[in-house]
């Protein structure tokens, strides 16, 4: 009756503390074929031919790759392009700049002062100044709409 507890259990695998029986090994071995030379050696499972389709897939994913790779060196090379034209603007806005700072300096009144006070001029005299009256009364002149002018006095 012991027996039966360690077949009938649901619960618990007792199989595992059981002691082992000897069974008996069901492979069957094939006749060994005689070996030949390495040249003509048959392969133990044929090899699969690649379909068309195998090999249109492989070409269009190295197709990808190397596209992908000159894509990048484009990239590459354009950005450094792009690199040399900003330093080259860079460089070009420097030297506007010293550029206009040179021009201020040439035309500042006390260059101007300088330049022509070298050149034996001097500022004029009240004597050398001379006032002349054109006119001594203002006028004003409006047009009509007939095509002729209305001359008035502003006093």
């Given at each position: 009756m012991s027996n039966r507890y360690y077949v009938d259990s649901l619960a618990y695998d007792f199989d595992m503390f059981?002691?082992?029986?000897?069974?008996?090994?069901?492979?069957?071995e094939l006749p060994r074929q005689a070996k030949t030379s390495s040249k003509a050696?048959?392969?133990a499972r044929p090899r699969a031919a690649?379909?068309?389709v195998k090999i249109m897939v492989i070409l269009a994913m190295v197709a990808a790759v190397a596209f992908t790779i000159y894509l990048r060196g484009e990239i590459n090379s354009v950005s450094s392009?792009?690199?040399?034209m900003e330093k080259q603007i860079d460089q070009a806005q420097s030297e506007n700049v010293s550029l206009e700072m040179q021009l201020e300096n040439c035309v500042s009144y006390k260059n101007l002062e300088q330049s022509a006070a070298a050149l034996g001029m001097h500022r004029a005299d009240k004597s050398q100044i001379t006032y002349i009256v054109v006119n001594d009364t203002d006028v004003t002149q409006k047009a009509n709409s007939d095509g002729t002018y209305t001359?008035?006095?502003n006093e």
């Amino acid at each position: 009756m012991s027996n039966r507890y360690y077949v009938d259990s649901l619960a618990y695998d007792f199989d595992m503390f059981m002691p082992k029986e000897n069974k008996q090994n069901n492979v069957v071995e094939l006749p060994r074929q005689a070996k030949t030379s390495s040249k003509a050696r048959p392969s133990a499972r044929p090899r699969a031919a690649l379909s068309p389709v195998k090999i249109m897939v492989i070409l269009a994913m190295v197709a990808a790759v190397a596209f992908t790779i000159y894509l990048r060196g484009e990239i590459n090379s354009v950005s450094s392009q792009i690199a040399k034209m900003e330093k080259q603007i860079d460089q070009a806005q420097s030297e506007n700049v010293s550029l206009e700072m040179q021009l201020e300096n040439c035309v500042s009144y006390k260059n101007l002062e300088q330049s022509a006070a070298a050149l034996g001029m001097h500022r004029a005299d009240k004597s050398q100044i001379t006032y002349i009256v054109v006119n001594d009364t203002d006028v004003t002149q409006k047009a009509n709409s007939d095509g002729t002018y209305t001359a008035a006095n502003n006093e």
